[in-house]
Protein backbone atom coordinates (compact mmCIF):
# COMPACT_ATOMS: atom_id res chain seq x y z
CA UNK A 1 0.00 0.00 0.00
CA UNK A 2 1.06 3.57 -0.51
CA UNK A 3 1.95 5.96 2.46
CA UNK A 4 -0.28 7.13 4.71
CA UNK A 5 -0.12 10.61 6.86
CA UNK A 6 -1.75 9.48 10.74
CA UNK A 7 -3.14 12.43 12.40
CA UNK A 8 -4.16 12.70 16.13
CA UNK A 9 -6.31 15.69 17.05
CA UNK A 10 -6.53 16.27 20.63
CA UNK A 11 -6.24 12.34 21.65
CA UNK A 12 -7.13 11.66 25.15
CA UNK A 13 -7.91 8.03 26.66
CA UNK A 14 -9.11 7.36 30.41
CA UNK A 15 -9.25 4.65 32.67
CA UNK A 16 -11.57 3.79 35.78
CA UNK A 17 -9.42 2.08 38.63
CA UNK A 18 -12.33 2.12 41.06
CA UNK A 19 -13.15 5.72 41.72
CA UNK A 20 -10.09 6.87 40.17
CA UNK A 21 -9.64 8.12 36.66
CA UNK A 22 -5.89 7.09 35.08
CA UNK A 23 -5.48 10.03 32.62
CA UNK A 24 -3.55 7.58 30.19
CA UNK A 25 -2.92 10.22 27.17
CA UNK A 26 -3.83 13.82 27.34
CA UNK A 27 -4.62 16.01 24.69
CA UNK A 28 -2.01 14.43 22.28
CA UNK A 29 -1.82 16.05 18.74
CA UNK A 30 0.81 14.39 16.71
CA UNK A 31 1.37 14.08 13.61
CA UNK A 32 2.80 11.43 11.32
CA UNK A 33 3.62 12.08 8.11
CA UNK A 34 4.01 9.42 5.40
CA UNK A 35 7.74 7.65 5.13
CA UNK A 36 8.45 9.01 8.54
CA UNK A 37 11.07 7.10 10.52
CA UNK A 38 10.22 8.11 14.48
CA UNK A 39 10.34 6.41 17.89
CA UNK A 40 8.22 7.46 20.68
CA UNK A 41 10.65 7.08 23.95
CA UNK A 42 9.36 7.06 27.72
CA UNK A 43 9.57 5.87 30.96
CA UNK A 44 7.36 2.55 32.25
CA UNK A 45 3.71 3.97 32.60
CA UNK A 46 4.27 6.84 30.36
CA UNK A 47 1.58 6.12 28.42
CA UNK A 48 3.94 5.07 24.96
CA UNK A 49 1.98 1.69 25.31
CA UNK A 50 -1.36 3.35 25.22
CA UNK A 51 -0.47 5.18 22.34
CA UNK A 52 0.76 2.75 20.65
CA UNK A 53 -2.31 0.65 20.54
CA UNK A 54 -4.56 3.57 19.46
CA UNK A 55 -2.13 4.17 16.72
CA UNK A 56 -2.46 0.84 15.66
CA UNK A 57 -5.78 0.72 15.93
CA UNK A 58 -5.89 -2.01 19.13
CA UNK A 59 -7.89 0.54 20.70
CA UNK A 60 -9.91 3.74 20.86
CA UNK A 61 -9.85 7.00 21.99
CA UNK A 62 -12.01 8.31 25.01
CA UNK A 63 -12.08 11.51 22.74
CA UNK A 64 -10.33 13.09 19.71
CA UNK A 65 -9.50 12.10 16.51
CA UNK A 66 -7.81 9.57 14.68
CA UNK A 67 -7.18 10.15 10.92
CA UNK A 68 -5.41 7.14 8.88
CA UNK A 69 -5.33 8.80 5.41
CA UNK A 70 -7.82 11.17 5.86
CA UNK A 71 -9.89 8.11 7.35
CA UNK A 72 -11.33 9.13 10.34
CA UNK A 73 -11.40 6.25 12.57
CA UNK A 74 -13.65 6.84 14.82
CA UNK A 75 -16.55 6.23 12.26
CA UNK A 76 -15.67 2.95 11.58
CA UNK A 77 -17.37 -0.40 12.88
CA UNK A 78 -15.34 -2.64 14.56
CA UNK A 79 -15.34 -4.93 11.67
CA UNK A 80 -13.97 -2.19 9.74
CA UNK A 81 -11.30 -1.27 11.91
CA UNK A 82 -9.96 -4.76 12.16
CA UNK A 83 -9.98 -5.22 8.02
CA UNK A 84 -8.59 -1.81 7.67
CA UNK A 85 -6.13 -2.70 10.31
CA UNK A 86 -4.96 -5.92 8.63
CA UNK A 87 -4.32 -4.36 5.48
CA UNK A 88 -2.47 -1.16 5.99
CA UNK A 89 -0.67 -1.66 9.53
CA UNK A 90 2.12 -4.46 10.34
CA UNK A 91 2.99 -5.13 13.72
CA UNK A 92 6.09 -6.08 16.16
CA UNK A 93 6.30 -6.90 19.42
CA UNK A 94 9.17 -7.65 22.13
CA UNK A 95 7.78 -11.00 23.08
CA UNK A 96 7.25 -12.01 19.30
CA UNK A 97 3.89 -13.22 19.12
CA UNK A 98 4.52 -15.92 17.41
CA UNK A 99 2.45 -19.33 17.31
CA UNK A 100 4.65 -22.20 18.77
CA UNK A 101 3.10 -25.48 17.02
CA UNK A 102 3.34 -23.23 13.29
CA UNK A 103 6.61 -23.14 11.64
CA UNK A 104 8.40 -19.76 10.51
CA UNK A 105 6.49 -19.62 7.25
CA UNK A 106 3.33 -20.83 8.66
CA UNK A 107 3.80 -18.35 11.14
CA UNK A 108 4.11 -15.66 8.24
CA UNK A 109 0.88 -16.94 6.29
CA UNK A 110 -1.28 -16.80 8.92
CA UNK A 111 -2.58 -13.22 8.67
CA UNK A 112 -2.45 -13.15 5.06
CA UNK A 113 -4.84 -16.52 5.37
CA UNK A 114 -7.32 -14.58 7.66
CA UNK A 115 -7.31 -11.56 4.69
CA UNK A 116 -8.24 -14.26 2.61
CA UNK A 117 -5.43 -13.98 0.14
CA UNK A 118 -5.06 -17.26 -2.08
CA UNK A 119 -2.91 -20.21 -1.44
CA UNK A 120 -0.42 -19.53 -3.88
CA UNK A 121 0.13 -15.83 -3.00
CA UNK A 122 0.23 -16.56 0.21
CA UNK A 123 2.88 -18.64 0.40
CA UNK A 124 4.96 -16.93 -2.43
CA UNK A 125 4.58 -13.29 -0.54
CA UNK A 126 5.29 -15.22 2.63
CA UNK A 127 8.39 -16.95 1.32
CA UNK A 128 9.39 -13.72 -0.31
CA UNK A 129 9.58 -11.66 3.37
CA UNK A 130 11.45 -14.62 5.29
CA UNK A 131 13.76 -14.09 2.49
CA UNK A 132 14.13 -10.20 2.98
CA UNK A 133 15.11 -10.95 6.49
CA UNK A 134 17.52 -13.58 5.61
CA UNK A 135 15.75 -16.71 6.78
CA UNK A 136 15.67 -18.50 3.59
CA UNK A 137 17.30 -21.89 5.05
CA UNK A 138 14.68 -21.23 8.67
CA UNK A 139 11.53 -21.25 7.11
CA UNK A 140 10.77 -25.18 8.42
CA UNK A 141 11.78 -24.43 11.97
CA UNK A 142 9.56 -23.47 14.53
CA UNK A 143 10.18 -20.84 17.52
CA UNK A 144 11.65 -23.23 19.93
CA UNK A 145 14.33 -24.27 16.97
CA UNK A 146 15.26 -20.25 16.48
CA UNK A 147 17.15 -17.97 18.35
CA UNK A 148 15.37 -14.73 19.63
CA UNK A 149 16.85 -12.57 17.04
CA UNK A 150 15.50 -15.16 14.36
CA UNK A 151 12.17 -15.43 16.12
CA UNK A 152 11.72 -11.41 16.03
CA UNK A 153 13.19 -11.32 11.96
CA UNK A 154 10.22 -14.35 11.66
CA UNK A 155 7.87 -11.19 13.28
CA UNK A 156 8.99 -8.63 10.72
CA UNK A 157 8.53 -11.08 8.00
CA UNK A 158 5.12 -11.51 9.29
CA UNK A 159 4.73 -7.66 9.47
CA UNK A 160 6.25 -6.96 5.98
CA UNK A 161 4.13 -9.97 4.14
CA UNK A 162 0.99 -8.28 4.23
CA UNK A 163 2.56 -5.24 2.57
CA UNK A 164 1.35 -2.79 4.59
CA UNK A 165 1.74 1.40 4.32
CA UNK A 166 3.13 1.44 7.89
CA UNK A 167 4.98 -0.33 10.76
CA UNK A 168 5.00 -0.28 14.40
CA UNK A 169 7.50 -1.83 16.55
CA UNK A 170 7.11 -2.29 20.28
CA UNK A 171 10.40 -2.54 22.43
CA UNK A 172 11.23 -4.97 18.75
CA UNK A 173 15.15 -5.34 20.85
CA UNK A 174 13.84 -5.73 23.73
CA UNK A 175 14.37 -9.32 24.03
CA UNK A 176 17.56 -9.58 22.12
CA UNK A 177 20.77 -9.14 22.70
CA UNK A 178 23.02 -6.40 20.87
CA UNK A 179 23.86 -7.80 17.77
CA UNK A 180 20.83 -9.52 17.11
CA UNK A 181 19.19 -5.98 17.93
CA UNK A 182 21.56 -3.88 15.89
CA UNK A 183 20.40 -6.78 12.77
CA UNK A 184 16.75 -6.10 13.71
CA UNK A 185 17.71 -2.44 13.59
CA UNK A 186 18.83 -2.51 10.21
CA UNK A 187 15.81 -3.90 8.41
CA UNK A 188 13.49 -1.17 10.19
CA UNK A 189 16.15 1.18 8.69
CA UNK A 190 16.06 -0.43 5.26
CA UNK A 191 12.15 -1.08 5.19
CA UNK A 192 11.73 2.94 5.97
CA UNK A 193 14.47 4.00 3.12
CA UNK A 194 11.77 1.90 0.80
CA UNK A 195 9.22 4.20 1.83
CA UNK A 196 7.34 2.61 4.67
CA UNK A 197 6.67 4.84 7.88
CA UNK A 198 8.25 3.27 10.57
CA UNK A 199 7.30 4.05 14.26
CA UNK A 200 8.85 2.64 17.19
CA UNK A 201 8.30 2.59 20.46
CA UNK A 202 11.38 2.19 23.36
CA UNK A 203 12.78 3.08 26.36
CA UNK A 204 16.24 3.14 24.98
CA UNK A 205 17.62 6.24 24.01
CA UNK A 206 20.36 4.59 21.75
CA UNK A 207 17.49 2.76 19.60
CA UNK A 208 15.48 6.46 19.42
CA UNK A 209 18.33 8.05 18.22
CA UNK A 210 18.80 6.02 15.32
CA UNK A 211 15.77 7.04 14.05
CA UNK A 212 15.09 10.15 12.13
CA UNK A 213 12.54 11.57 14.90
CA UNK A 214 11.77 11.41 18.41
CA UNK A 215 9.10 12.32 20.90
CA UNK A 216 9.38 11.65 24.40
CA UNK A 217 5.75 10.89 26.31
CA UNK A 218 5.81 11.61 30.08
CA UNK A 219 2.74 11.26 31.84
CA UNK A 220 0.55 10.65 29.09
CA UNK A 221 1.82 14.35 27.74
CA UNK A 222 3.85 14.21 23.98
CA UNK A 223 6.26 16.73 23.98
Do not use: W
Not at 146 to 169: D, F, H, N
Not at 196 to 205: E, F, G, M, N, S
Request: charged share 25%; glycine share 8%.
Amino acid sequence: MEPVRLELEDICKNYQQGDTTIHALQHVNLVIEPGEYLSITGQSGSGKSTLMNILGCLDVPSSGYYRIGGQDMGKMTPGELADFRSRTIGFIFQSFCLMPDLNALENVELPLLYQKVPKKERKQRAMEALRRVGLENRMRHRPSQMSGGQQQRTAIARAIASQPSVILADEPTGNLDSESGKAVMEILGELNREGKTVVIITHDDKIAKTTRTNVRICNGIVS
